[in-house]
C-alpha cells in the first residue's frame, strides 16, 4: 500500500500544530464566551490582578493578557460610551476613542496607556448584550503586543454574551 504525499503533508502539518501548542481554547464564564490561542494561559496561572469587575482573564502574564469584565447596571448606549469614554475610564486616548464592528455586536474601542503601567498599554472595547455593557481589555508590553492583539481579534471575531 502506498501513502500519498498529502495524507504524509498532513500528518506533518499536525504534528508541528500540537508540537507548537497549537490549536484553541474556549473562555466560557459568567455569561461571555469567546475563543483564545490555546498557547495562553487561563486564570490565576496568568498572574495579573487587573482592576474592575473581572469576569476572567487569559494571557501570558502581569502586563499581557485578555481581561473580561461585566458590568452590572443597565447596559450604556453606544452614544453614550463614545461621549464618556475618555472621561470614565483614565488614560483613555480621546483621539482613539471609535465605533467598531465584530461579529454582530457594535463596540466602541479605544487605546488606553493604562496610569502606572509603564509601558503596556490596552486595547480597549466595550459592548452590549444579554441586558449589560461588557468590557474586554487586551493589555500588552512590547514583548508580547503581536500575540496579544493577535489573540485579541481572535476573541472578539468569536465573542458572544447570554
Known amino acids: 500500500m502506498r501513502t500519498s504525499t498529502t ?3 498532513a500528518a506533518a502539518l499536525a504534528t ?11 473562555f466560557d464564564e459568567s455569561g461571555m464566551t469567546f475563543t483564545y490561542p490555546a498557547s495562553l494561559k487561563a486564570g490565576k496561572s496568568v498572574g495579573a490582578t487587573p482592576s474592575g469587575r473581572v469576569i476572567g482573564i ?7 493578557y485578555i481581561a473580561a469584565r461585566g458590568q452590572r447596571s443597565a447596559p450604556l448606549t453606544v452614544d453614550q460610551l463614545l461621549i464618556s469614554l475618555p472621561r470614565v475610564v483614565a488614560g483613555v486616548i480621546p483621539a ?5 464592528q465584530h461579529g454582530k455586536l457594535p463596540m ?3 487605546t488606553q496607556k493604562p496610569p502606572g503601567a509603564g509601558d503596556a498599554e490596552s486595547q ?3 459592548f452590549n448584550g444579554a441586558g449589560k455593557t461588557w468590557q ?9 503586543r503581536v500575540a496579544i492583539r493577535a489573540a485579541c481579534r481572535k476573541a472578539l471575531g468569536s465573542v458572544k454574551v447570554h
Open 16 to 26: 508541528t500544530v500540537a508540537a507548537c501548542g497549537g490549536g484553541d481554547k474556549t
Open 136 to 144: 474586554m481589555e487586551c493589555r500588552s508590553t512590547p514583548r508580547h
Open 96 to 100: 482613539t476613542v471609535h465605533l467598531e
Open 58 to 64: 487569559v494571557g501570558f502574564g502581569k502586563g499581557d
Open 7 to 9: 495524507v504524509l503533508a
Open 124 to 126: 480597549i472595547y466595550f
Open 108 to 110: 466602541v474601542a479605544a
